[in-house]
């Protein structure tokens, strides 16, 4: 059995709630039917029959809760929860009503409430506009200060001699644009939990960079290389049994006779599976290169550090990816 095929079966036997925002996209529509009909999660889909039917019509959404925000009873108690939450920053009662109509707010609301399990959103929205209601009214877990994301990359049938495990993780891709040293160091400890607990591998966590071990060096412009040398000693701190290393060029990471070179001594250097870029620019192209050319699945952005299960989908995804994305955020779970 292959990582999604394990993943799926894991969420299966949870029999978690999961809500998909996006009633009016035809993938989601699909994926909202597949998942339900083959026991992956329950799923509440916002949305309505008629718009559905006219995106998907030959799609069967037996079992499917359908929820539309415009006729819900619950409305109501969601446009308090959000104007409790939210009139400390100066939101008005009338506001939090209007608001809590829009789909992403209502089932941001709904997951605050308790009245699902785990929140899928982005296929058809911008990360900004999928994440801002789980900001705003989810917030972030206990002892968390940054919200950030990974990806779940899962390697094509086959061998591969730099990936044995078949699977890595990539962050972060998604959120965070230009993360300051103690944003990567809270990205590489969340990272390293989310390989071991839903990824099932053991992290061995590369800080990357285009310089190994101080050979490259930008002060003079970007500062980006002491950014991620100041950021492997904080997750050093944070996580001190943490198999983690840097800074490292991509090659030193993953290839064990260029790790030995620039690294030597290095336990991860050359065996890396979870990789924390520097920036969104080199992590979004990084995955996308691995995906496309590469031919790996990824599965996500898969985002860490909320207090309740919220994640964000590509909006390039397919069926299959918000199948996964779902399975994961029912694992995510309590």
Not at 222 to 240: G, R
Not at 313 to 318: D, E, K, T, V, W
Request: neutral net charge.
């Amino acid at each position: 059995m292959g990582l999604l095929e394990e993943i799926l079966a894991k969420a299966a036997a949870r029999k978690k709630t999961i809500v998909l925002c996006e009633g009016e996209d035809k993938r989601v529509v699909e994926a909202a039917a597949k998942i339900t009909k083959e026991g992956i999660a329950k799923i509440v889909l916002i949305g309505n029959r008629e718009e559905c039917a006219k995106v998907a019509p030959d799609v069967d959404l037996t079992g499917v809760t359908l929820i539309d925000p415009l006729t819900s009873e619950k409305t109501a108690v969601y446009a308090d929860i959000l104007y409790q939450a939210r009139k400390a920053k100066g939101m008005t009662e009338e506001q939090a009503k209007e608001q809590a109509k829009d789909r992403t707010m209502f089932g941001a609301l709904m997951l605050k409430a308790g009245d699902v399990d785990g929140y899928v959103s982005g296929a058809c929205h911008s990360t900004a506009n999928t994440l801002r209601p789980g900001l705003q009214v989810v917030k972030t877990a206990p002892g968390i200060k940054t919200v950030s994301s990974c990806f779940i990359m899962i390697a094509p049938a086959g061998e591969n001699k730099y990936n044995p495990d078949g699977v890595a993780v990539f962050a972060d891709c998604a959120i965070n644009i230009e993360p300051d040293a103690q944003q990567l160091a809270d990205i590489a400890v969340s990272s390293a939990k989310t390989a071991k607990e839903i990824a099932g591998i053991e992290p061995r966590v590369a800080m990357l960079s285009f310089s190994t071990k101080g050979s490259g060096n930008d002060d003079k412009f970007f500062k980006s290389v002491p950014k991620m040398q100041e950021a492997t000693a904080l997750a050093k701190v944070m996580s001190p049994d943490l198999a983690l290393d840097g800074e490292f060029q991509f090659d030193a990471a993953v290839a064990p006779e260029v790790g030995q070179l620039k690294a030597p001594g290095s336990k991860v250097a050359g065996h890396a599976n979870v990789f924390v870029f520097p920036n969104i620019n080199a992590g979004n192209i990084g995955y996308k290169i691995a995906q496309r050319f590469g031919g790996y699945m990824a599965i996500g952005p898969v985002c860490q550090g909320f207090a309740r299960p919220l994640n964000d989908l590509s909006r390039g995804c397919n069926v299959e990816d918000i199948v996964a994305t779902v399975a994961v955020t029912a694992l995510q779970a309590e």
